[in-house]
């Protein structure tokens, strides 16, 4: 046994190298708050040692960064470095409520100052600029210094035990800042925004179809895979069987399923005459959808089994000796029982084709993946974000969308 | 009133029912016991289809249960289980509820019957009704199980083992309980348990069975002064047979006319055992008997108890 | 050692002809085989392309072999899988310990968000910071690869039993050796099915890494859909997902031989 040798080994040796110390290293006994104070460290490196935005004389050339006291009017500057102190002090006070409260709203504030920041630089650097083409892009120091203000409102969230109606609300509020701020005009001048601006209506157009064609996936793998995690918990044999055929086509890089689809479904098209009417070709949407449905059939056929193998048998006999017929049981017993577990897989299967279907506009089928696959191909980098952070965006909308209704459903269990 | 007819159940080659024929008389208290395998449980679920029946016959008020829909027969018996099986997803309320609306009874009497049912399975309505099944204990649960049985005011009702999984305090709570509702409602209760000493407190009439087949039938007292065979005679005996007579003969069988006697009164529809276990207490060989007014009726001794 | 005894009673042959038999029959081995076959002689399979293909004029990619194209992917995959497993661990288990566990619920969260970034957003925005290239490849497969293992090196230490953990307490093993040989090992299948997931995600994510610059299994896929080469896409597509599976099969047998009391 090699595992039993080195543990063996590794048991004689380890409490040499690496002595356990008595007591656990608690760093400086000022500190109160060591993550919100690593965030605020990061913070600072953020602010100090990146550029905050990147300037460029036009889209196709990499920018030039600009650091943050560069960028931003001196008001600006003295917000942000105010919340940055603000969080420092926090980490230093003794826990309690308080503490937490202004680290949240401190934390929000930050996120949405420094988005205004940005746009204010752009703004700023775009009138200095020589040629109206120049280009203002976020840069690492601002996206380490909203990555550590935002996880300071998550820490403070979760410091405060935060239920679900805090955490939307902290979530609507920083939203809704932001499209406050992009209405006004605000960021206008950042690349971002210009990309968008550029092309408003045809990322408002390949928006929706990533949505449709993530919508459509879902609800068709729901349609077969309800069925098929029902039939796999009445008869445990075939679904050990469906679940090793759906698992191995899980584990198939979604480039390649796409690629593979192309040939059978051309052959398809070109062979009955119906289905291409129905506008079923090799390359576009179908197969996508199809290898979107077959991506999502998995997990939406495990948890309906899982959920439904959750519902005590107990509560099934009881149902029955109480005269309730098989379709009542099912529908009104068993359904609502798995219906946490149900969701939890849409809530896995939606967020998973979200990012897949980047990938389907490789083959034509449209979606965000275009800007991402455009830009990639013109080197144009803020269109591979536009595209790019728009999937994640709908991602975690999606995500959170789903949690909601799992804790709607979840009040019962 | 229910009639098993030479009943038998197959499982494969073996039969887990065989050939059982039983009467359960309207407004009995019917237990029935054995150990496990005995086929106890599945008789049960026969009675309300639950399970099949291979051959044979079942009758509940005369009219054969293979005649009526599956869901009207057990919407017409309450159906008790171990294991309990309250909905989780609904509150107390519509857990209670669940076969009055099967029955499309209006809402208004929905309300007020579970109103009822939860005055008497004596629980705190306002507390308990909006309640979800896991926020109680499990007595609480089963109180509830009883009380959702017993909602559409059926004529009979089934108990598998109701009591089993419950500790001990809680278990002798309810059984007092099923007991007095089964006194006030005069409902036909079929019971099945492996506890003879809950079958000998509850019971009014006792089926002992034995491998799918029936041993014997009889009243407690029945059972306990003539067993029918050796395997009755050990199944009720043991050390506590002695007890367990005792325990289902009346005071007022051994009751001697006498003058009366200083002591704690007794009344005549004690058991034996109570009254063995008062003298104990008060250290005595005879008490006084008085009835519920308080007149004195004679005297049970100490050596009277021992009498056949 | 009752085994000992036995294997020495009985004859080895029927033992040995059984295991043989086992291994024939496995799907791993022929998918492997077949992996390795086609990697290595994909110009012999041109007659069968030609034939599904007349109208290509070179219906095998032969820009670079797949032996090249599958040793870069692989290299790709290995090296940020490593670097996962690593960063991945060590993140778990400094969260799970005393000083560490203040930052238990951030990076739960960090994790638990991150993981809903899909993989090849996380691939597009490393460009722009990193270039193009394998830099960007390599950067993106390693961060997104360090999540499913962190989350589950986090889940698996966490669901070790309070009472395997203060059985060993109670022993007096010290807090370096309950982890290696108490908490470790039985967290060890979770742990093990968060780098089986990170391996998978990575294996799909490197395909499309071709389309920021890096040499893999999916360059004769992007170049077949942008040339309008189904052949080329049937080929990169098949030897990678081939690829794909007999990984997730061999974790699989990992993962079996790994979870206590199922040897």
Redesign the interface.
């Known amino acids: 046994m090699v595992s039993h040798v080195v543990s063996r080994v590794v048991r004689r040796v380890v409490p040499h190298v690496f002595p356990v110390p008595a007591m656990p290293a608690d760093g400086p006994a000022m500190i109160r708050n060591r993550v919100l104070a690593t965030l605020v460290a990061l913070g600072v490196v953020g602010a100090l040692a990146f550029g905050f935005v990147g300037f460029a004389p036009n889209r196709l050339l990499s920018g030039r960064p600009v650091a943050l006291w560069d960028a931003v009017s001196a008001p600006v500057l003295w917000v942000v470095a105010a919340a940055w102190l603000a969080l420092a002090a926090a980490s230093l006070a003794p826990p309690g409520r308080g503490r937490d409260r202004l680290a949240l709203v401190v934390g929000l504030g930050l996120v949405l100052a420094l988005l205004a920041g940005a746009g204010e630089a752009a703004t700023r650097l775009a009138a200095t600029a020589p040629s109206p083409s120049a280009r203002t892009s976020l840069g690492a120091g601002f996206w380490l210094m909203l990555f550590a203000a935002a996880l300071a409102a998550v820490d403070a969230l979760q410091r405060l035990a935060a239920g679900m109606a805090l955490r939307a609300l902290a979530i609507l509020l920083v939203g809704a800042g932001a499209l406050a701020l992009a209405a006004s005009g605000q960021l206008s001048e950042l690349s971002l925004a210009k990309e968008y601006a550029n092309r408003r209506e045809v990322f408002l157009a390949e928006l929706l179809r990533h949505v449709a064609l993530v919508a459509g996936a879902v609800l068709v793998a729901v349609a077969v895979g309800v069925p098929l995690g029902l039939a796999a918990q009445r008869r445990p044999r075939t679904g050990g069987i469906v679940f090793g055929a759906l698992n191995l086509l899980q584990t198939i890089p979604s480039i390649a399923l796409f690629g593979l689809l192309i040939g059978p479904l051309s052959w398809l098209a070109a062979a009955v005459p119906a289905l291409q009417d129905l506008g079923v070709r090799g390359i576009g949407a179908t197969p996508a959808l199809v290898a979107l449905v077959l991506y999502s059939l998995l997990p939406v056929a495990r948890n309906t089994q899982a959920g439904l193998a959750s519902v005590s048998p107990a509560v099934v006999e009881a149902a029955r000796g109480m005269g309730l017929t098989p379709g009542q049981i099912l529908l009104g017993v068993e359904v609502p029982i798995a219906l946490p577990v149900l969701i939890s897989g849409l809530r896995i299967v939606t967020v998973q084709a979200i990012g897949l279907a980047v990938v389907a506009a490789l083959i034509g089928a449209g979606g965000l993946g275009t800007f991402v696959f455009q830009g990639l191909g013109q080197n144009a980098v803020d269109l591979v974000l536009l595209g790019a952070l728009a999937t994640i965006l709908l991602a975690l909308a999606a995500d959170l969308g789903f949690q909601f209704l799992l804790g709607l459903t979840r009040r019962s269990a | 009133m229910i009639e098993l007819t030479r009943v038998t159940k197959r499982y494969g080659d073996k039969a887990v029912v065989d050939d059982l024929s039983l009467t359960v008389a309207r407004g009995a208290f019917f237990v029935l016991v054995g150990p496990s395998g005995s086929g106890k449980s599945t008789t049960l679920k026969m009675i309300?289809r639950?399970v099949g029946i291979d051959a044979g016959a079942i009758a509940v008020d005369g009219r054969n249960v293979r005649d009526m829909p599956?869901?009207?027969?057990?919407?017409?018996m309450g159906?008790v289980?171990q294991?309990?099986?309250?909905?989780?997803?609904?509150t107390v309320a519509d857990n209670i509820a669940?076969?009055p609306r099967?029955l499309r009874w209006p809402e208004a009497r929905v309300r007020a019957r579970v109103a009822e049912l939860i005055a008497l399975l004596q629980l705190d309505a306002a507390e308990v009704a909006r309640k979800?099944p896991?926020e109680l204990s499990g007595g609480q649960q089963q109180r509830i199980?009883v009380a959702?049985?017993l909602a559409a005011d059926p004529g009979i009702v089934?108990m598998d083992e109701p009591f089993g999984a419950l500790d001990p305090i809680t278990r002798d709570a309810l059984q007092g309980e099923i007991a007095r509702i089964h006194a006030a409602t005069e409902k036909t209760i079929v019971f099945v348990t492996h506890d003879m000493d809950e079958a000998l407190r509850l019971g009014t009439e006792i089926a002992i069975l034995d491998q799918g087949r029936l041993v014997q039938c009889g009243s407690p007292a029945d059972i306990l002064r003539s067993p029918a065979n050796d395997f009755v005679r050990t199944f009720v005996g043991g050390a506590d047979f002695g007890l367990r007579l005792l325990g289902v003969t009346r005071v007022r069988d051994r009751l001697r006319p006498n003058g009366a006697l200083a002591g704690p009164p007794v009344s005549p529809d004690a058991s034996l055992k109570e009254a063995l276990s008062l003298m104990i207490a008060s250290r005595r060989d005879a008490l006084p008997v008085r009835d519920g007014a308080g007149r004195s009726l004679g005297a049970v001794h100490l050596a009277d108890l021992a009498r056949a | 050692m009752p085994a000992g005894t036995t294997d020495r009673i009985l004859p080895t042959a029927p033992a040995e002809g059984q295991r043989r038999a086992a291994v024939l029959a496995s799907p791993l081995v022929w998918l492997a085989l077949a992996l390795v076959a086609l990697v290595l002689f994909m110009p012999a399979t041109e007659p069968l392309f030609r034939a599904l293909f007349p109208e290509l004029a070179r219906p095998v990619y032969t820009r670079a072999s797949f032996l090249a194209l599958a040793v870069s992917h692989i290299g790709l995959v290995a090296a940020s899988s490593l670097a996962a497993v690593v960063a991945g661990l060590a993140a778990g288990l400094f969260v799970t310990r005393r000083a560490g566990r203040e930052f238990l619920p951030i990076v739960q969260a960090i994790a638990a968000i991150g993981q809903t970034f899909p993989p090849v957003a996380v691939l597009a925005i490393s460009v722009p910071l990193i270039g193009y290239g394998a830099a960007p490849t390599l950067v993106a497969l390693t961060l997104y690869g360090v999540l499913p293992i962190l989350g589950n090196t986090i889940a698996g230490l966490e669901t070790v039993s309070p009472a395997a953990r203060e059985a060993a307490r109670g022993m007096g093993f010290p807090p370096l050796r309950r982890l290696l040989e108490v908490e470790l090992p039985l967290a060890a299948p979770v742990i093990m099915a968060g780098i089986r997931t990170s391996v998978i995600i990575n294996i799909g994510t490197a395909t499309v890494g071709s389309t920021v610059g890096a040499l893999s299994l999916g360059s004769p896929i992007i170049e077949g859909l942008s040339g309008n080469n189904t052949a080329y896409v049937v080929q990169g597509a098949v030897v990678v997902g081939l690829l794909a599976i007999v990984t997730d099969l061999l974790f699989e047998r990992l993962e079996r031989r790994l979870t206590p009391g199922r040897r």
């Open positions: 309300n639950l599956a869901e009207a027969l057990r919407r017409g159906y289980i294991s309990i099986g309250l909905f989780p997803h609904w669940t076969v099967l979800y896991h199980g959702r049985a089934l």
